[in-house]
């Protein structure tokens, strides 16, 4: 039984107190420098995403439903009605699997905030400091729901940010709303009957992961509005007999700690162990992609490579290991940012892992996918996971040499962040993709410059072309 149980009080009042409460300057000025460039780092992604087909048949199957509004489109010559905005920048910013992951949580905070803060700040005409608080306190309420599940929503079939991203933006919207306290708690039991995800596209490389967050930050926006105005939610949405943790995670809620929900609330800021991607793949691939690569620098040359074991958590095999013809041959790019063979492959033969790598030649160069047929994979005995995500490469030679590379402790996690300056270096990378460096530098100054901002939508306008 957690704290907040044996005092008589949920865990949705414990989280709305903190959202309801929190004064502006009551969160460190580290983690509110910190919070616009993980918003930065989802901005471009989502430009970078305008590249693809996906972007453009979710923007024009949504501005067919509502037609046009006043939120911007990341990115594209368009505005939406707010949910539908919120919809469309989270599908952009999770859209190449770039965006930042909370490590304990497994989950994308930032793809479903933003949107969703970005949305809320339009409608509300919130000054720039206290959209920044909003979506603090929004990644401050997902990381902690997501660690409560202890990674057993991968386990299970469900993608943690489509579960738990409804709740946190629920709450940021909320507190741009006004919500009261009581409002709060009830917008978080609305909001348990709009979560979902499920994690079946990792079979075919279908789309439906990417537009998760996005549509965790329409729910979110949804369950605020409907609390306004007292529509009555569920009272216990997360300890409750069917709530959240018991309802999805079935046969493994016995591993939940709902402790972890509100631990350390106002104290422990877990913006800051939310981990900035070095490379465009699910994260649970990161250190074994490092591995490559520093075996790569050491002088391997993969012409001679007879086999290749990865060592990887136990928990993310099913997700970045299995099925493994999929793995080794992935039908798509999607299925390839899954892939411990073959990003691990295409690391080794082109020294790089960049969204290069994951373009059609790549996914046929027959170089990359024979040195993938070549790699095998064993859970990793003495993994940190979910504090970190670990992986190791065992590769034996054709002389029957073995060479070996570990990772403890991916690159990005809370002990290895990317500075400030890394981050800024990666947005006008993925920025240079979609848009010209004038335009590149407006947005950077406006995300970047946002606590600052008299008025949060004037100065987020500038991210929609179609917005002078």
């Known amino acids: 039984m957690s704290n907040a149980e044996s005092m008589g009080e949920s865990i949705a009042d414990r989280l709305a107190a903190f959202v309801a409460d929190t004064p502006d300057d009551a969160i460190p000025e580290t983690v509110r420098t910190r919070a616009p460039h993980h918003m930065l780092d989802a901005v471009g992604i989502a430009l970078a995403s305008t590249r693809y087909d996906f972007a453009h048949k979710t923007l024009t199957a949504l501005r067919g439903l509502a037609g046009e509004g006043t939120v911007p489109v ?11 905005a919120a919809t469309v920048n989270g599908l952009l910013c999770h859209g190449l699997d770039y965006d930042d992951t909370h490590i ?12 969703a803060v970005m949305s809320a700040a339009s409608m509300t005409g919130a000054d720039g400091r206290s959209v920044v ?11 902690r729901l997501g660690a409560v599940a202890r990674g057993g929503f991968h386990q299970v079939g469900f993608h943690p940010t489509g579960m738990i991203g409804v709740f946190g933006c629920t709450l940021a919207v909320g ?22 995800g499920s994690l079946e596209f990792l079979e075919d490389g279908a789309w439906n992961k990417r537009l998760h967050p996005g549509w965790a930050a329409a729910a979110g926006i949804t369950a605020a509005a409907l609390a306004r105005e007292g529509f009555v939610g569920a009272s216990r949405p997360y300890e409750g007999r069917f709530g959240l943790f018991s309802a999805y995670l079935g046969k493994e809620a016995g591993r939940a700690d709902l402790g972890l929900a509100t631990a350390g609330l106002g104290e422990v800021w877990e913006l800051m162990a939310t981990a900035i991607k070095p490379f465009p793949a699910c994260h649970f691939t990161h250190a074994c992609v490092d591995a490559a690569l520093a075996l790569r620098r050491d002088g391997l040359d993969p012409a001679r490579i007879r086999r290749i074991e990865a060592l990887v958590p136990e928990q993310v095999v099913k997700t970045v290991c299995e099925p493994e013809a999929n793995k080794k041959r992935p039908a798509n790019s999607y299925d390839a940012q899954f892939s411990v063979p073959f990003l691990v492959a295409a690391a080794l033969v082109r020294g790089r892992l960049t969204l290069a790598e994951l373009e059609n030649d790549a996914l046929g160069d027959a170089g990359i996918l024979d040195v993938a047929s070549k790699v095998s994979y064993r859970p990793d005995p003495d993994s940190p996971f979910p504090k970190a995500y670990s992986g190791e490469l065992i590769v034996t030679l054709d002389d029957g040499r ?4 570990r990772e403890h402790i991916n690159r990005g996690a809370a002990d290895r962040p990317l500075t400030n300056a890394d981050i800024v270096e990666k947005y006008r990378a993925n920025a240079a993709m979609a848009v010209g460096e004038t335009a590149s530098a407006r947005m950077e100054a406006a995300v970047l410059g946002l606590d600052a901002a008299p008025r949060a939508a004037d100065a987020l306008s500038v991210l929609s072309p179609s917005v002078r």
């Open 402 to 405: 073995e060479l070996r590379h």
């Open 175 to 196: 507190r741009l709303f006004g919500l009261t306290r009581g409002q709060l708690a009830n917008a978080q039991g609305i909001a348990l009957s709009m979560a979902g």
């Open 133 to 143: 608080s909003a979506y603090v306190l929004g990644v401050e309420v997902a990381a």
């Open 74 to 84: 990341i990115g594209m010559p368009a505005r939406l009605p707010a949910r539908d």
């Open 104 to 115: 304990g949580g497994v989950i994308h905070p930032t793809s479903s905030v933003l949107p």
